[in-house]
Structure formats: C-alpha cells, structure tokens
C-alpha cells in the first residue's frame, strides 16, 4: 500500500466516513512523516469526498490583540499549525469571520457553517463554526495527543459561565474594515485541561486509533456537548488545573 491508501484506511478505521462534517486538529510534528500539508489534507477530503465537510481552526489570537487589533479574512495569516496555515490558502476554502477564532471551511457545508461566526461577539459563541457542529453531526478529530486543544470547549465555558471566567471590557477589534466591540472573560481559557474530556466519552464517542505515527482521536460533537454541559454545571472547575487561584 502506499503511505496515502495507508493514511486513509487509518482514517476510515477510526470512524471517518464518507458525508462526515469534520473539524480537524493537528500536529505535523506527530505524524513524523516527510508527507506536505497538502496531502495529508488531500487524504481526508478522500475520505469524506465532496458530500462531506472539512473544517480547520485559523486562529489569530498571538497577532490580532487589542495592540494590534486588525483582521482581515483575506490577508491575515493564522497562527498556529502547518494545516492550518496550509488549507487556509487551499482552493475552494471558505474562512468565517471573527478576529481571533475564525474557522476556515472546505466542502458541501463550508458556506452554512461560516457564514453566521460574524454575527457573535465573542471567540466561540453560538453562530461559531465550532458550535454549529453538534447541529450537523459533526466530528472533532485529533491529530497526535492535543485534546487539550479543544477548542470547542471554549464554546462549552461561554454557555455555563463557570465562576472563573470573570466578565471583561469590551474590545474594539477592526474586522474586514469595519470597526466592532468582542468581549472575552477575563482568564478564558488559562489554566485548561480539556484532555480531561477522554475521561467524560466512552466508545462509540470517542474512537481511538493511528494516523501515521500518530495517536488520533473522533470525538462526536453531539456526546461532547451533552456530557461537558453535564459536568461542567456539577463541577465548574472540571476542566482547569488549579481551582485554588480562581477561588
């Protein structure tokens, strides 16, 4: 077999299907491969085809801040990750608007999950690609062991507002030209152990398996939400390392 026909029964045995709406994160580094960006991305558009839908974070929280704060969906480069920088300039990839968590989009639904991020105020609200996932069956996949990346788990911090995300100041962040307020709790995020999620899915959840040499992780979104939202209001502090600082 080739390394490309190996990657994609890897990503097919891990529950990757053909229609799936996937947000992908990834870490090049972990799959210690001399394959490009582009293929391993070309592998999972394989794999779900044109029915499907493939979405990847285009952070730009380290170079839009309130020092700098100006974004532009066309010319501002994510910051962080060889995928995501890579697809972001990919043909047919449709990026949401949002200064510092935008999503970009490839595929049947990469217009109905974007086009709605511009409408919230803050990083990861209700509109946002990565809350929108739950609606349409969609998947989070992990490439190498970051599921304290998860990001969809900020959106999961904005619905139960948990004691140690204190309210903020509002922002004016300059975005595609036009001039906007955002708000983001004070501490959103600091302290994080959103790998502790592997501990709140079991099976069919969450699959657990290889791509390349890397571990890798699908995570039904609809399980997540429901079990996060779960434990989170029994215990607010579920997912953040030190509950003593927030106190």
């Known amino acids: 077999m080739t390394e490309n026909q190996i990657y994609r029964q890897q990503l097919s045995e891990l529950g990757l299907c053909s229609g799936d709406v996937v947000l992908v994160h990834s870490s090049m580094k972990a799959l210690q491969t001399k394959r490009t960006p582009e ?4 592998d999972i558009q394989a794999v779900i085809g044109e029915e499907g839908t493939l979405l990847l974070p285009a952070l730009t929280y380290e170079n839009v801040t309130p020092e700098n704060p100006v974004f532009d969906s066309d010319k501002t480069e994510p910051c962080i990750g060889l995928l995501p920088k890579t697809f972001w300039r990919m043909p047919d990839v449709i990026r949401s608007v949002n ?5 970009c989009a490839w595929g049947k639904l990469a217009h109905t999950l974007t086009v709605g991020h511009i409408m919230d105020n803050t990083a990861v609200g209700v509109h946002s690609p990565f809350m ?4 349409y069956k969609g998947k989070l ?4 062991d970051i599921l304290n990346a998860c990001t969809f788990m900020h959106g999961i911090e904005e619905i139960v507002k948990p004691p140690y995300i204190r309210p903020a ?3 004016y962040y300059t975005v595609n030209g036009e001039t906007k307020a955002y708000s983001a709790g004070d501490a959103f995020g600091w302290g994080a152990e959103f790998q502790r999620i592997e501990w709140i899915l079991e099976e069919p ?10 571990n890798a992780y699908l995570i039904d979104t609809r399980a997540l939400l429901a079990a996060a939202l779960l434990k989170m209001r029994a215990d ?10 927030w106190i």
């Open 132 to 135: 929108l996932l739950p609606y």
């Open 169 to 171: 100041s509002e922002k």
């Open 205 to 214: 959840d969450i699959r657990k398996g290889k791509i390349g040499e890397a």
């Open 39 to 42: 293929e391993v991305i070309g």
């Open 99 to 103: 200064p510092t968590h935008s999503v």
């Open 141 to 144: 996949l992990f490439i190498g």
């Open 236 to 245: 607010p502090y579920a997912f953040i390392t030190d509950i003593s600082m």
